[in-house]
């Protein structure tokens, strides 16, 4: 009688120490900061002087810029679409006050800011940032949907006014500096909200935009 050779046990892969977790967060937390002051081109060693961590650590967690970069758009995205999930809690019963709450909430998360990030030489499609992604877009499609079926938000925009408006609107005008353009984002977002609410005002140019739209044009550009 042969016997059946023993199945070796799965090997257990070590968690990372809360210590570590903790030092990646401050990472991304500071350099998602810097790069809305100085660009995504800012020095490591500044990055990891904010942090409080030691340079070691900052390249141990991140030995390329783009892995830095993923991280802090990644992080960006879930942040936002933490918002997004929030304001429709908070909001259940007000349909157009939960997406006023998220575009001035999405605002303070500096997303204008940092969207000149998107531009540089990373993975785009990597599947963290694909699903990320789309449950950001699930949750403001939400929002926008619910205000529409509610008659609250004219019919003839769509999610990628929304996000278009929000890039530009809460995104710094050359020479001027992020402290100094913020006394304007709220002013200037309130004032677009309120063409949003139905009724309409004005007839609009065009059709509404949507999502796919945006990234079509993206890639073609």
Same mark, same amino acid.
């Given at each position: 009688?042969?016997?059946?050779?023993?199945?070796?046990?799965?090997?257990?892969?070590?968690?990372?120490?809360?210590?570590?977790?903790?030092?990646?967060?401050?990472? &991304?937390? *500071?350099?998602?900061? !810097?790069?809305?002051?100085?660009?995504?081109?800012?020095?490591? #060693?500044? /990055? +990891?002087? @904010?942090?409080?961590?030691?340079?070691?650590?900052?390249?141990?967690?991140?030995?390329?810029?783009?892995?830095?970069?993923?991280?802090?758009?990644?992080?960006?995205?879930?942040?936002?679409?933490?918002?997004?999930?929030?304001?429709?809690?908070?909001?259940?019963?007000?349909?157009?006050?939960?997406?006023?709450?998220?575009?001035?909430?999405?605002?303070?998360?500096? &997303?204008? *800011?940092?969207?000149? !990030?998107?531009?540089?030489?990373?993975?785009?499609?990597?599947? #963290?940032? /694909? +699903?990320? @992604?789309?449950?950001?877009?699930?949750?403001?499609?939400?929002?926008?949907?619910?205000?529409?079926?509610?008659?609250?938000?004219?019919?003839?925009?769509?999610?990628?006014?929304?996000?278009?408006?929000?890039?530009?609107?809460?995104?710094?005008?050359?020479?001027?500096?992020?402290?100094?353009?913020?006394?304007?984002?709220?002013?200037?977002?309130?004032?677009?909200?309120?063409?949003?609410?139905?009724?309409?005002?004005?007839?609009?140019?065009?059709?509404?935009?949507?999502?796919?739209?945006?990234? @079509?044009?993206?890639?073609?550009?």
């Amino acid at each position: 009688m042969t016997s059946t050779p023993a199945t070796a046990p799965a090997r257990r892969v070590p968690r990372p120490r809360a210590d570590a977790l903790r030092n990646r967060e401050r990472i &991304v937390t *500071a350099a998602r900061e !810097m790069f809305v002051e100085f660009g995504s081109q800012v020095p490591y #060693d500044e /990055i +990891a002087r @904010r942090a409080g961590v030691g340079n070691a650590t900052l390249y141990r967690n991140f030995p390329e810029r783009t892995d830095l970069v993923h991280e802090v758009v990644l992080s960006l995205m879930a942040r936002v679409t933490e918002v997004a999930e929030r304001a429709a809690e908070e909001e259940e019963d007000d349909t157009f006050a939960a997406l006023r709450r998220f575009t001035l909430g999405a605002a303070d998360e500096r &997303v204008g *800011a940092l969207c000149p !990030m998107l531009d540089g030489a990373f993975d785009k499609d990597h599947p #963290d940032l /694909i +699903a990320e @992604r789309d449950r950001l877009e699930e949750a403001v499609q939400g929002l926008v949907h619910r205000a529409q079926q509610a008659g609250r938000l004219r019919t003839d925009v769509g999610v990628g006014d929304l996000m278009v408006a929000l890039s530009q609107l809460t995104r710094p005008l050359p020479g001027s500096g992020c402290a100094a353009f913020d006394q304007f984002v709220r002013r200037h977002l309130l004032l677009f909200l309120d063409g949003l609410e139905a009724p309409a005002r004005s007839e609009l140019p065009g059709k509404a935009a949507t999502l796919e739209d945006l990234r @079509r044009d993206s890639c073609s550009s």
